[in-house]
């Protein structure tokens, strides 16, 4: 049963785009039996990736790859998931606007996110880049293959990315007629359901394939308030496929797809409380107690809330796009012409807390984006074989936000005398309307020179064009409807409170920037089992443009000069060796990697009083670097076992200006020749900024793994041959920072957590089996963060508790 292990390798798949059926036919190795039976280190697993046959262990890059079997035998069915499988990949979500994917600690910065800035990490499907990362919040749809790639992209890949990639492919129309049909139940009312059919409209010219997914779950966590329970599944997907072969040299790929989201999602609530500078009487406990107020649990494993916002997370993505690949001979011309939607309405309890302190808090946001990619590409094998191509994308977003302060705002947020008067705040409210237009083009292209038939050499080149034009506009009103005015600085106390509680702001942001990169790869074939390569990228990150609204100044006035934050320069090292021994049942492959990042885009947050406010700046240089282990053995031909492991130090080498933790935020800001308090000093004199060089970019684990196997004993049950199975799947994560200045009180403790299934799969393609998901039911968080206004309370959202069920499917 050796499909069951996801497929855990270093390789090049993901480099180059899918390979055209006109260019080099994929042989049957390439089915998704074969991608699961790769990692258990058995055998050649043959690529065509680029262009020509090749095995994966001798491609000269570093990445893992899972096919559609695992996926769905291991529970793995969105990005969230897939880091239990992948130990450089990080995922971090408090609803679908607020995520981050990181590979090797970089790709985004951790936070909330802001529309003005790009991905770090791409998300292509079907040769399709994503330009948002909610997009990886949905299910996984009939995927034949998932490709994570580390490490920074760009000579040949459409969009630049400077940490890697998420590859994401389906499977493909097919000219014979065959269904799929997958429905899983489990506790927590979870209901998964998946099919799709595909066959030939006209033999060997025309073949149709649609598929759908419906994923439903109750809530893990119960609001008393409401008495409903929150952060809930609802998931909804279609994709159709219409493959067109006119030619025996050309073949046309029409995608359609649709995805609908609509949870009662996503709630952070009380975790604990740190002291902060702040005075006594202005921190949580003493807060609360003046509203007679306590959350219905201070330990967040008993999952109960009483948020009195109703969450929400609807989101809607779907667009369409065209594949051509056309063979000239020598080589195969490719284009990919795609459009695309994101539209997202959300609600969200901004206090975190059951008192009406923020009421309404929701920015929906309608975005398109428009891309063309065209290349070209050698068949076969050459003495140099080549690729180029041509990029150009467009993104449009456009934000709508309201932001309402309530009844008990006024006690809670400020200060003297407008502390008791509710009026001062209640009904305040901000009205944004935002603006981004994003264009990026560029000219790309790698060479590959055969040097030897043992040594080649590939080096690649990206000249890039952005360009980013952005508007902003807060309007802010009165509870009586009157529009508040803020420049000049205000003098009367009412309006001054008001200014700094909610602030208007108007201002454009412009930027454009050409930029040239590139990258080389030495690689060695040392015997037939051994192979090593060596890697130097340069690389950018186009610079951003803030659209979350600005910092403000000790006047309380906007910081115009942060409207835009400069590209990052990368400078990525990487060395490689793949290896496979004991008649090719084992595997060991290791990679090391050093990347220094300069001008890093950090998202920081800004707490003025009752507005959490996330904005980019640039930090003076990151530096991460570690080793990678991915190794597989199949002792047996009934028993597999893998093992995954990274080692990743990933740190600020200079961030001198950065805002610092809550110990050291919310009292008096230091002035020339002040000492600020010590940490955690109620009333103390707070610095300006934090010097945190040397400290840990948040999110990142310094030791990660995967590991599982499998063990399968053939059975005859009557008529019905096949075998029963048993597999496990851990992972683990050591401690990591979830606040962007590493904080004592926003510090996630490492965890472990272990999956079982149990199952029977006949010949005939039926598999049934049972699972339980974190099975030791281990209490972990996923986020911490804190209220703004430097209270002292941290919130965060635990992880998902122990879950069981059972899957049922079957091929035809």
């Not at 799709?196 to 419906?214: E, F, N, Y």
């Not at 011309?333 to 609600?347: G, K, M």
């Not at 019905?720 to 597999?727: C, E, I, K, P, R």
């Not at 590493?742 to 029977?760: E, K």
Request: charged content about 15%.
């Amino acid at each position: 049963m050796l499909a069951h292990l996801p497929l855990i390798l270093l390789a090049q798949t993901a480099v180059e785009p899918q390979v055209p059926p006109a260019v080099s036919p994929a042989p049957t190795d390439q089915s998704e039996g074969r991608l699961g039976t790769a990692q258990q280190g058995g055998g050649d697993i043959v690529v065509t990736a680029r262009r020509r046959v090749e095995t994966i262990q001798s491609v000269p890059i570093a990445i893992s790859v899972i096919g559609g079997t695992a996926l769905a035998e291991t529970g793995t069915y969105n990005v969230n998931r897939l880091t239990q499988l992948q130990p450089s990949l990080q995922f971090y979500s408090t609803n679908p606007r607020n995520s981050a994917a990181n590979i090797r600690g970089l790709g985004a910065p951790f936070g909330l996110t802001n529309d003005g800035i790009e991905q770090g990490v791409g998300i292509y499907v079907d040769q399709v880049y994503y330009s948002r990362i909610a997009s990886a919040t949905f299910d996984f749809t009939d995927t034949e293959r998932i490709e994570v790639l580390r490490g920074p992209q760009g000579t040949l890949y459409g969009k630049n990315t400077t940490a890697g990639a998420i590859n994401i492919s389906t499977r493909k129309p097919s000219f014979t007629p065959e269904a799929r049909v997958e429905v899983t139940g489990g506790n927590y009312d979870f209901f998964q359901g998946k099919a799709s059919v595909s066959g030939p409209l006209i033999d060997d010219k025309l073949a149709i394939r649609l598929s759908t997914s419906i994923t439903t779950r109750r809530g893990t966590i119960y609001n008393t308030r409401l008495n409903d329970y929150q952060n809930s599944q609802d998931n909804k997907s279609f994709r159709g496929q219409l493959l067109w072969k006119p030619t025996d040299t050309l073949d046309l790929t029409l995608y359609g797809d649709y995805n609908a989201q609509d949870p009662k999602c996503c709630v952070q609530y009380y975790v604990r409380t740190g002291a902060t500078q702040r005075p006594v009487a202005r921190q949580y406990a003493a807060l609360a107690a003046a509203f007679g107020y306590a959350a219905p649990s201070t330990n967040a494993f008993d999952r109960v809330t009483d948020l009195d916002a109703v969450p929400r997370a609807k989101q809607k993505i779907g667009g369409t796009s065209l594949v051509g690949n056309l063979d000239l001979g020598g080589a195969t011309l490719t284009s990919v012409s795609a459009y695309r939607f994101w539209d997202w309405v959300p609600n969200s309890d901004r206090d975190f807390t059951g008192l009406p302190i923020t009421t309404v808090s929701a920015n929906t946001s309608q975005q398109y984006q428009l891309s063309q990619e065209l290349r070209v590409a050698s068949n076969g094998t050459h003495k140099i074989d080549y690729l180029a191509g041509l990029f150009y994308f467009y993104q449009a977003v456009d934000v709508e936000g309201l932001q309402v302060q309530g009844s008990a705002a006024s006690r809670y947020l400020l200060s003297g005398a407008n502390a008791s008067n509710p009026a001062v705040l209640n009904g305040l409210t901000s009205t944004l309307r935002s603006h981004l237009g994003n264009t990026s083009a560029a000219l790309f292209g790698k060479l590959t020179w055969h040097v030897s038939d043992r040594f080649s050499i590939a080096p690649g080149a990206r000249l890039n064009y952005d360009k980013k034009d952005a508007q902003y506009d807060a309007v802010v009103t009165t509870g009586a409807g009157t529009v508040i005015r803020c420049t000049p600085a205000p003098t009367a106390a009412v309006l001054r409170d008001q200014c700094t509680t909610l602030p208007p702001q108007s201002y454009p942001a412009h930027l454009s920037k050409w930029n040239l990169s590139g990258d080389v790869t030495a690689a060695w074939t040392i015997s037939r089992d051994l192979h090593a390569y060596a890697t130097y990228a340069r690389s950018y990150k186009s610079g951003g443009v803030n659209l979350s609204g600005l910092p403000l100044d000790a006047a309380n006035q906007p910081l115009y000069s942060a409207s835009t934050v400069k590209p990052e320069a990368v400078n990525h090292y990487e060395l490689g060796l793949k290896t496979q021994f004991l008649d090719r049942r084992a595997t060991v492959n290791l990679a090391a990697f050093w990347t220094d990042i300069f001008d890093y885009q950090a998202s920081v947050n800004n707490g003025q009083l009752g507005v959490l406010r996330g904005y980019l700046a640039n930090a003076g240089h990151v530096r991460t670097r570690g080793i990678e282990i991915d190794s597989a053995f199949r002792p047996t031909a009934r028993f597999n076992v893998y093992a995954n492991g990274a080692y990743t130090d990933a740190k600020y080498a200079r961030f001198v200006d950065a805002p610092c933790p809550p110990e050291l935020s919310g009292g008096t800001t230091a002035t020339a020749g002040q000492v600020p308090s010590a940490p955690g000093t109620p009333g103390g004199i707070s610095p300006a900024s934090c010097n945190i060089s040397g400290q840990v970019l948040p999110g990142v684990s310094k030791w990660a793994f995967s590991y599982g196997a499998e063990y399968d004993v053939p059975t005859q049950i009557g008529r019905v041959s096949g075998q029963f199975y048993l597999g496990y799947d851990g992972s683990y994560r050591s401690r990591f920072s979830s606040n962007p200045s590493a904080s004592a009180y926003t510090n996630i403790d490492g965890y472990a957590l272990s999956n079982f299934r149990l199952g029977f799969k006949a010949k005939d393609d039926f598999n049934v089996f049972g699972w339980v998901r974190n099975a030791f039911d281990q209490n972990y968080y996923e986020v911490l963060t804190t209220q703004s206004g430097n209270t002292g309370l941290v919130i965060g959202q635990p992880g998902d508790p122990r879950t069981y069920g059972v899957t049922v499917s079957k091929s035809f």
